[in-house]
């Protein structure tokens, strides 16, 4: 079939041609005398997406998923109490591997579709007066119901309740995609990945560690070797691993920093924020509802819409997967054919996201769900050109 697969799911992202170039090259040597010209540099670029002059970044081969468990191991004991908040597919998920790794978890369940209830965790670190939670864990986008929270809010609880435990984000889904503070914040361990808002292929945890994480790292308990950071700190800073890395990936992590940076981040959280309310647009022309239940809590990186009832969110991901050749990110768990969701992350622009609006809206109508065609397109085009840059066609080329 001619053409391509439109690809508009929370991640893996669509790869930029010079990301995937960069990385179809000869394999290297990682013990070369000139592999930390490349290295070092990659560091110091990582930190400023990351917002970090304090901070250090790590890289291990993983997901995102190693890197929660990197940030857990590194930092805690079997024992230790961490306070989570769980109201989406990847909360639940780190919740349980905190568990699995012998932490108490205190998890306040949250309706999906809500993020961070910062009063209950405020009220929760105030009355912890003899600091037995030991780690606040905030997931900043939760990639399953649409929904963002706020980091700094969540700092805010611990200074107000005078609380020193660790500030750890998952930031998988909203690194690289959305604001991102980490010293500002005083965040202490951030997670991502390699396949989102970084534009690569999965293969990359990239763990952000504030010297306050450093420092507990001393005494922590948890089992961990292929994740320590302590292998990391002492080989990073002449620019080698402790094993082989990644070199491939690294090439196109290159790629991408210099394509994040050279848009300049505050455009590329821009730019997110335009195609995320185009597709909030469009929602509403539908008439349907968002998975967020307020506009608090509203992803500029996936939008995750409820169908009727009656209907199967499924039936209209299947349908636009077989006969548009289009990927929808599905429902997860408890929103499983309740929801289907619109990636609009990485390298996307207007033109592809209204490609997805209409093959949803071709779906949508395809399961009996009747939405007017052509009206969350227009919603859409109309907002992007009333939004659209000025332009002086005579001063253009
Ligand atoms: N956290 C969030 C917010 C995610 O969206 C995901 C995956 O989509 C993960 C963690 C897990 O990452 P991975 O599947 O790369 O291990």
Same mark, same amino acid.
């Given at each position: 079939?001619?053409?391509?697969?439109?690809?508009?799911?929370?991640?893996?992202?669509?790869?930029?041609?010079?990301?995937?170039?960069?990385? +179809?090259?000869?394999?290297?040597?990682?013990?070369?005398?000139?592999?930390?010209?490349?290295?070092?540099?990659?560091?110091?670029?990582?930190?400023?997406?990351?917002?970090?002059?304090?901070?250090?970044?790590?890289?291990?081969?993983?997901?995102?998923?190693?890197?929660?468990?990197?940030?857990?191991?590194?930092?805690?004991?079997?024992?230790?109490?961490?306070?989570?908040?769980?109201?989406?597919?990847?909360?639940?998920?780190?919740?349980?591997?905190?568990?699995?790794?012998?932490?108490?978890?205190?998890?306040?369940?949250?309706?999906?579709?809500?993020?961070?209830?910062?009063?209950?965790?405020?009220?929760?670190?105030?009355?912890?007066?003899?600091?037995?939670?030991? &780690?606040?864990?905030?997931?900043?986008?939760?990639?399953?119901?649409?929904?963002?929270?706020?980091?700094?809010?969540?700092?805010?609880?611990? +200074? &107000?309740?005078?609380?020193?435990?660790?500030?750890?984000?998952? =930031?998988?889904?909203?690194?690289?995609?959305?604001?991102?503070?980490?010293?500002?914040?005083?965040?202490?361990?951030?997670?991502?990945?390699?396949?989102?808002?970084?534009?690569?292929?999965?293969?990359?945890?990239?763990?952000?560690?504030?010297?306050?994480?450093?420092?507990?790292?001393?005494?922590?308990?948890?089992?961990?070797?292929?994740?320590?950071?302590?292998?990391?700190?002492?080989?990073?800073?002449?620019?080698?691993?402790?094993?082989?890395?990644?070199?491939?990936?690294?090439?196109?992590?290159?790629?991408?920093?210099?394509?994040?940076?050279?848009?300049?981040?505050?455009?590329?959280? &821009?730019?997110?924020?335009?195609?995320?309310?185009?597709?909030?647009? &469009?929602?509403?022309?539908?008439?349907?509802?968002?998975?967020?239940?307020?506009?608090?809590?509203?992803?500029?990186?996936?939008?995750?819409?409820?169908?009727?009832?009656?209907?199967?969110?499924?039936?209209?991901?299947?349908?636009?997967?077989?006969?548009?050749?289009?990927?929808?990110?599905?429902?997860?768990?408890?929103?499983?054919?309740?929801?289907?969701?619109?990636?609009?992350?990485?390298?996307?622009?207007?033109?592809?996201?209204?490609?997805?609006?209409? =093959?949803?809206?071709?779906?949508?109508?395809?399961?009996?769900?009747?939405?007017?065609?052509?009206?969350?397109?227009?919603?859409?085009?109309?907002?992007?050109?009333?939004?659209?840059?000025?332009?002086?066609?005579?001063?253009?080329?």
């Amino acid at each position: 079939m001619s053409g391509f697969h439109g690809l508009f799911i929370p991640g893996p992202t669509n790869m930029p041609c010079g990301v995937r170039q960069a990385m +179809d090259i000869a394999l290297e040597d990682q013990r070369a005398p000139d592999f930390p010209a490349f290295t070092l540099p990659l560091f110091h670029d990582l930190k400023k997406v990351f917002k970090t002059d304090k901070g250090q970044v790590f890289l291990f081969p993983g997901s995102g998923t190693g890197g929660w468990e990197a940030a857990i191991t590194n930092t805690l004991s079997p024992g230790d109490r961490v306070l989570i908040a769980v109201f989406g597919q990847f909360l639940h998920l780190w919740a349980d591997l905190c568990r699995r790794h012998g932490l108490i978890v205190d998890a306040v369940e949250v309706e999906w579709g809500e993020g961070v209830p910062v009063d209950v965790f405020e009220q929760r670190l105030r009355d912890d007066n003899r600091h037995t939670i030991t &780690a606040v864990l905030v997931c900043h986008n939760e990639t399953a119901t649409d929904v963002t929270s706020n980091v700094a809010a969540v700092r805010n609880a611990l +200074d &107000a309740a005078a609380h020193p435990a660790l500030l750890m984000v998952d =930031g998988v889904s909203s690194i690289a995609c959305i604001d991102f503070r980490m010293d500002e914040w005083g965040v202490d361990v951030a997670v991502c990945g390699s396949r989102k808002g970084f534009m690569l292929p999965t293969g990359l945890a990239i763990v952000a560690v504030s010297p306050k994480a450093l420092e507990t790292h001393r005494s922590a308990k948890c089992p961990r070797c292929y994740f320590d950071f302590a292998d990391m700190v002492r080989t990073n800073k002449d620019g080698y691993f402790p094993y082989t890395p990644a070199t491939n990936l690294m090439r196109g992590l290159r790629a991408s920093l210099d394509m994040l940076l050279g848009e300049g981040l505050d455009n590329v959280f &821009a730019r997110h924020h335009r195609l995320a309310e185009s597709a909030r647009l &469009a929602v509403k022309e539908w008439g349907l509802s968002l998975c967020a239940k307020e506009p608090k809590w509203h992803s500029d990186i996936v939008t995750a819409i409820c169908v009727p009832k009656g209907s199967n969110s499924d039936d209209v991901v299947k349908i636009a997967y077989h006969r548009y050749r289009m990927s929808l990110g599905v429902g997860l768990s408890k929103v499983a054919g309740r929801v289907f969701r619109i990636g609009h992350i990485g390298d996307i622009n207007e033109i592809m996201i209204l490609q997805a609006l209409a =093959g949803c809206e071709m779906a949508l109508r395809d399961v009996g769900i009747a939405v007017r065609p052509g009206s969350g397109v227009a919603a859409a085009q109309e907002y992007f050109r009333a939004t659209a840059p000025r332009l002086q066609l005579d001063k253009v080329a």
